[in-house]
């Protein structure tokens, strides 16, 4: 009985042992590998940079998150997203912990106005008997990603500031031709005060027309201008290789003839409008008119240069169309085709050696509305190649 005892006693201290390492063991476990959740604070998240300036683009500092010494993975310990990034003011990123972390924080940084010294207006301000308002635009500098590199890049844009954005002020009345002081005064996005001056120019000119008047000669015409001292007429020099005054005159037309060594098919003008104020000339923006000449029947050569070989030339560079056929009616019922180019040299081949043909061409253009201006066929030339 005795032993009995004994023996149940030592088996319930074994049991207990057995349970107190068992318990100590699983203690020790949980302490040495703790897998959280764990909360993240303010004093684990940095960004890269607090302060910008404005640009016209988003602002995304980089985010790291930083918890007991080690750096945590974004997208799969944390994500974060942005708040008013892109304007001036205070904008805000929100990093919320996932996985084993939790808890949300939130970063803020600044984007400052941006400081004009220099704006400008853009556009050439022409007359039209109101009063001017131009928009205004100042250089920013920006920057784009490029994918091939895998850098950003930084460039200098001038870009259109809203009217939002700034108070104009201009001198007088500002709707005639002549030069005003302007002073721009920027707010929002912006900041700083910029004087510069506001010229308007004389009314561009308006319905330019062309019409042909001989072979040789094109008649142009124009709306008149209100409030000019007359019109400038440009033409280009064969001579000067470039464009020069070819008449300064008050009226609205002129006649022009062509210079053949230039074009065989007409003559182009460049047509503005000129005012003088307290003895400054102010000049408009040009109009350009091309005006074609009444098509006349061109001059060609042929030669012939191999078996089955001949080149049809003219002297002028010039849209023809040549047509070549075995009769001299150019029928149908025969051989007849015909080609159009831009050239002064066509060479045409694999032609019967020995037989008689027929060549004849005359010059064409496309009219503004796309049709089809032809005009006579010159005389008939005959060619037998080798």
Same mark, same amino acid.
């Not at 000019?228 to 001579?239: L, Q």
């Not at 010039?318 to 029928?331: A, H, K």
């Given at each position: 009985?005795?032993?009995?005892?004994?023996?149940?006693?030592?088996?319930?201290?074994?049991?207990?042992?057995?349970?107190?390492?068992?318990?100590?063991?699983?203690?020790?476990?949980?302490?040495?590998?703790?897998?959280?959740?764990?909360?993240?604070?303010?004093?684990?998240?940095?960004?890269?940079?607090? @302060?910008?300036?404005?640009?016209?683009?988003?602002?995304?500092?980089?985010?790291?998150?930083? +918890? /007991?010494?080690?750096?945590?993975?974004?997208?799969?310990?944390?994500?974060?997203?942005?708040?008013?990034?892109?304007?001036?003011?205070?904008?805000?990123?929100?990093?919320?912990?996932?996985?084993?972390?939790?808890?949300?924080?939130?970063?803020?940084?600044?984007? %400052?106005?941006?400081?004009?010294?220099?704006?400008?207006?853009?556009?050439?301000?022409?007359?039209?008997?109101?009063?001017?308002?131009?928009?205004?635009?100042?250089?920013?500098?920006?920057?784009?990603?490029? /994918?091939?590199?895998?850098? +950003?890049?930084?460039?200098? /844009?001038?870009?259109?500031?809203?009217?939002?954005?700034?108070?104009?002020?201009?001198?007088?009345?500002?709707?005639?031709?002549?030069?005003?002081?302007?002073?721009?005064?920027?707010?929002?996005?912006?900041?700083?005060?910029?004087? @510069?001056?506001?010229?308007?120019?004389?009314?561009?000119?308006?319905?330019?027309?062309? %019409?042909?008047?001989?072979?040789?000669?094109?008649?142009?015409?124009?709306?008149?201008?209100?409030?000019?001292?007359?019109?400038?007429?440009?033409?280009?020099?064969?001579?000067?290789?470039?464009?020069?005054?070819?008449?300064?005159?008050?009226?609205? $037309?002129?006649?022009?003839? %062509?210079?053949?060594?230039?074009?065989?098919?007409?003559?182009?003008?460049?047509?503005?409008?000129?005012?003088?104020?307290?003895?400054?000339?102010?000049?408009?923006?040009?109009?350009?008119?091309?005006?074609?000449?009444?098509?006349?029947?061109?001059?060609?050569?042929?030669?012939?240069? /191999?078996?089955?070989?001949?080149?049809?030339?003219?002297?002028? +560079?010039?849209?023809?169309?040549?047509?070549?056929?075995?009769? $001299?009616?150019?029928?149908?019922?025969?051989?007849?085709?015909?080609?159009?180019? +831009?050239?002064?040299?066509?060479?045409?081949?694999?032609?019967? $050696?020995?037989k008689k043909y027929y060549v004849r061409a005359r010059k064409y253009y496309y009219a503004?509305?796309?049709?089809?201006?032809?005009?006579?066929?010159?005389?008939?030339?005959?060619? @037998?190649?080798?």
């Amino acid at each position: 009985m005795k032993k009995k005892v004994v023996i149940a006693l030592l088996t319930l201290i074994a049991v207990l042992c057995a349970g107190c390492i068992t318990a100590y063991a699983y203690d020790y476990y949980e302490d040495e590998y703790d897998y959280g959740p764990y909360k993240i604070s303010a004093s684990n998240v940095k960004l890269s940079k607090y @302060t910008y300036t404005y640009n016209g683009e988003a602002k995304e500092p980089s985010v790291t998150v930083k +918890y /007991d010494g080690e750096y945590l993975d974004p997208d799969y310990d944390y994500y974060y997203y942005y708040s008013k990034n892109k304007n001036a003011g205070t904008a805000t990123v929100v990093v919320k912990g996932c996985g084993n972390y939790y808890g949300t924080v939130k970063k803020k940084f600044k984007i %400052k106005p941006k400081k004009v010294k220099k704006a400008r207006f853009l556009n050439k301000q022409h007359y039209s008997g109101k009063a001017k308002k131009p928009a205004v635009y100042v250089k920013m500098k920006k920057s784009y990603y490029d /994918d091939y590199d895998g850098c +950003y890049y930084t460039y200098t /844009d001038t870009v259109k500031v809203p009217k939002k954005y700034y108070k104009l002020k201009i001198s007088g009345k500002h709707k005639n031709v002549g030069t005003y002081k302007a002073t721009i005064k920027f707010k929002g996005n912006y900041r700083g005060t910029v004087k @510069t001056k506001l010229k308007i120019y004389p009314q561009k000119v308006r319905k330019l027309r062309a %019409k042909a008047v001989s072979s040789s000669k094109v008649k142009f015409t124009w709306a008149k201008a209100p409030k000019v001292d007359g019109y400038e007429i440009y033409k280009y020099s064969t001579k000067k290789k470039k464009w020069c005054l070819y008449k300064r005159q008050k009226g609205t $037309s002129i006649t022009i003839a %062509k210079n053949s060594s230039y074009d065989d098919d007409g003559v182009g003008i460049d047509v503005r409008t000129y005012k003088y104020v307290k003895k400054k000339k102010y000049c408009s923006d040009f109009k350009y008119k091309y005006g074609r000449t009444k098509l006349t029947a061109p001059k060609i050569k042929i030669s012939r240069t /191999d078996f089955g070989e001949f080149h049809v030339k003219f002297k002028n +560079y010039g849209y023809y169309q040549v047509q070549i056929s075995d009769n $001299s009616s150019f029928s149908s019922y025969g051989y007849c085709q015909s080609w159009k180019y +831009y050239t002064t040299d066509v060479r045409y081949y694999n032609f019967t $050696s020995g037989k008689k043909y027929y060549v004849r061409a005359r010059k064409y253009y496309y009219a503004d509305n796309g049709n089809l201006k032809v005009g006579p066929w010159c005389k008939y030339k005959t060619v @037998t190649p080798w």
